[in-house]
T-cell receptor
Framework: DTAVSQTPKYLVTQMGNDKSIKCEQN?????MYWYKQDSKKFLKIMFS???????INETVPNRFSPKSPDKAHLNLHINSLELGDSAVYFC??????????????FGPGTRLTVL | KQEVTQIPAALSVPEGENLVLNCSFT??????LQWFRQDPGKGLTSLLL?????REQTSGRLNASLDKSSGRSTLYIAASQPGDSATYLC????????????FGKGTMLLVSP
């Protein structure tokens, strides 16, 4: 069973479009994250949600809007896509409140290409 | 602001060698440090997590050490195998409230048969 899943795996779109990436975790974790990995492979956190509430927003443009309908899902909606948004986006989850280790589990990534 | 540096950026070794990957961080006030593995086109897999109060963690052929005061961690891989070829990422969690991972840029390891 996949612990953290993302859809789609690949996304190719034109500049100016609006797109969404979905993330689901079946680990029962209370915290979910979105990371961006740029062309130089540098991985940086974008958002963190705990129990459906936004905890961390790391100076991400407001064109990016995360939405958490429940604890198991954290979707990422991007408006007015720009060339610089091209990257691999990773979703992750962890269980900070119940676990002493707080290991983060990552999804397989969504490769977004903006043309 | 926490910064994480990994050295070397790339490493190529013959199969069977023992090797060490290095990670340094600028702010010693950390909650934990994690080592991940990333295969090409894939997500990250957690290898080892060291709490700030711990000195090392071991899993099979992997051993990670942590020297918080000097801001350093090492990942030791014993008897390397071609299947160990991947990018290894070090990440520091600086927030004791909610997890905030700061990643290094990784070390790309190639183990040749």
């Amino acid at each position: 069973d996949t612990a953290v899943s993302q859809t789609p795996k690949y996304l190719v779109t034109q500049m100016g479009n609006d797109k969404s990436i979905k993330c689901e975790q079946n680990l029962g974790h209370d915290t979910m994250y979105w990371y961006k990995q740029d062309s130089k492979k540098f991985l940086k956190i974008m958002f963190s949600y705990n129990n459906k509430e936004l905890i961390i927003n790391e100076t991400v443009p407001n064109r990016f809007s995360p939405k958490s309908p429940d604890k198991a899902h954290l979707n990422l909606h991007i408006n007015s896509l720009e060339l610089g948004d091209s990257a691999v986006y990773f979703c992750a989850s962890s269980d900070r409140e119940e676990s002493t280790t707080d290991t983060q589990y990552f999804g397989p990534g969504t490769r977004l290409t903006v043309l | 602001k926490q910064e994480v540096t990994q050295i070397p950026a790339a490493l190529s070794v013959p199969e069977g060698e023992n090797l060490v990957l290095n990670c340094s961080f600028t702010d010693s006030a950390i909650y934990n440090l994690q080592w991940f593995r990333q295969d090409p086109g894939k997500g990250l897999t957690s290898l080892l997590l060291i709490q700030s109060s711990q000195r090392e963690q071991t899993s099979g052929r992997l051993n990670a050490s942590l020297d918080k005061s000097s801001g350093r961690s090492t990942l030791y891989i014993a008897a390397s195998q071609p299947g160990d070829s991947a990018t290894y990422l070090c990440a520091v969690d600086s927030n004791s409230g909610y997890s905030t991972l700061t990643f290094g840029k990784g070390t790309m390891l190639l183990v040749s048969p």
